[in-house]
Nanobody
C-alpha cells in the first residue's frame, strides 16, 4: 500500500517562509513526477509545482521566483521551499505522485494535505 505524507505546514506572517515535505512510502517500484497542488477555500485545486524524476521543475506563474521544489536524497521525498509568502498563498497544500507499485501500471496518489496560513 502506497502512502504520501506531507508535513511542514503552519501559520506564518506575510513575507515569511515555510518548507513542506512529502514522503512516499510503501510498495513503490518507480516514481515519475511528483507535484505540489493547493486548494484555497471556495476555489479549485491548482497545480503549484512539478518536479520530474530527472529533477526538472515547473511552477505556476503565481509562485515563480518564490517557491522552489526539490527532491531529497531518496527519490521518494520531495520538498517545497516557500519564501516571501503572501496571504493569497493560504491553502491546503497536497502532494501528488504518479508511480508504479510493481513496474506494470501507473497510478495517481495523493497525500492528505497540510494547511498553510499566511496572516499577520
Amino acid at each position: 500500500q502506497v502512502q504520501l505524507v506531507e508535513s511542514g505546514g503552519g501559520l506564518v506572517q506575510p513575507g515569511g517562509s515555510l518548507r513542506l515535505s512529502c514522503v512516499a512510502s510503501g510498495s513503490i517500484f518507480s516514481i515519475n513526477a511528483m507535484d505540489w497542488y493547493r486548494q484555497a477555500p471556495g476555489k479549485q485545486r491548482e497545480l503549484v509545482a512539478t518536479i520530474t524524476s530527472g529533477g526538472s521543475t515547473n511552477y505556476a506563474d503565481s509562485v515563480k521566483g518564490r517557491f522552489t521544489a526539490s527532491r531529497g536524497n531518496t527519490k521518494n521525498t520531495v520538498y517545497l521551499q516557500m519564501n516571501s509568502l503572501k496571504p493569497e498563498d493560504t491553502a491546503v497544500y497536497y502532494c501528488h505522485a504518479e508511480l508504479t507499485p510493481y513496474g506494470t501500471y501507473w497510478y495517481s496518489y495523493w497525500g492528505q494535505g497540510t494547511q498553510v496560513t499566511v496572516s499577520s
